[in-house]
């Protein structure tokens, strides 16, 4: 049987991933997936704890996260058609009204 | 090594590579490809860990819902847009910098370390739809309630975001 760690360092690996591609892209669309990657990192790690502690809880909350991924990419979505609306482009680094 | 063991590192390897892929890929469908077969590759994984409930809402939400809906909003924008949108390469130099140190970092200590509370046997519980459901609407119940009511407002607000100003 494969060791709980290595689904751990599996689930934290697809995580830094996803930082990764938040941190160096600057495509809006691309750094969404890159979010959804994270969630997906966490969830590995949740159902990987439900297996080996013989609980159920882990999924439930796995199935929340689902949930709430559905939710975000929504409004993301609703937030992007604004954004190009405005200023015709994908550019994160064009979302500058607010800076100091 | 079993077979079972093979198919969980050939998911989780196949996982990572595919996640590689999606975050260096220049054109945005690519990436939307490679994502959807990355989270069909975890919905794997989860099969594997008995998780079948989340397998199959991973493979019907993820891969059905969600990406469904970033190649839609990939194919309604003009294509010449989304390509080429990358950051100089010191800021990616500094980045996988940091990168490299915070996961070699974690997988060092997930290597050496030991979990203390791991029960004898493990893999008891499955998570099949009846058990899912029944410990929702039993032990969950509110919180399945607050998650639909999330739903509504994510509806609502990503209606009055994309609308076009009175």
């Known amino acids: 049987m494969v060791p709980l760690n290595h689904l751990l ?10 930082i990764f591609g938040v941190l160096i892209r600057r495509n809006v669309i691309i750094i969404l997936m890159s979010i959804e990657l994270i969630l997906n990192g966490v969830n590995i790690i949740l159902i990987a704890f439900s297996y ?7 999924q439930i909350f796995a199935l929340f996260i689902v949930t709430v991924a559905v939710a975000e990419a929504a409004l993301c979505f609703g937030l992007i058609v604004a954004f190009m609306r405005n200023k ?13 | 090594m079993s077979l079972y063991n093979l198919f969980i590192y050939f998911f989780g390897l196949l996982s990572i590579f595919l996640a590689i892929m999606v975050i260096t890929r220049k054109n945005a469908i690519h990436s939307a490809v490679y994502l959807i077969f990355c989270i069909l590759s975890i919905a794997g994984l989860f099969f594997l860990l008995q998780a079948e409930f989340m397998g199959v809402i991973q493979i019907i939400v993820y891969a059905g819902g969600i990406m469904v ?10 294509l010449e847009v989304v ?5 100089k390469w010191e800021i990616k130099f500094l980045t996988a910098l940091i990168f490299l140190i915070l996961s070699a970092e974690i ?20 998570g099949t739809a ?3 459901g029944s410990s929702l609407l039993r032990d969950y119940l509110i919180p399945f309630e607050v998650a639909s009511l999330l ?7 990503a209606i009055m975001l994309s609308r076009k100003k009175a």
């Open chain 1, 9 to 18: 360092i599996l689930g934290t690996v697809i995580f830094l991933i996803g």
């Open chain 1, 52 to 58: 080996y502690l013989n609980s159920i809880k882990g």
């Open chain 1, 88 to 100: 015709d482009t994908f550019d994160i680094d064009q979302m500058n009204i607010m800076k100091g």
């Open chain 2, 69 to 78: 809906i970033y190649v839609f909003i990939i194919l309604l924008i003009k």
């Open chain 2, 83 to 87: 390509k080429g949108l990358k950051r």
């Open chain 2, 107 to 126: 997988v060092y200590l997930l290597l050496r370390g030991k979990i203390p509370f791991l029960p004898k046997e493990y893999g008891m519980v499955r």
């Open chain 2, 130 to 132: 009846q058990a899912i």
């Open chain 2, 151 to 157: 739903l509504l407002v994510a509806m609502i607000g």
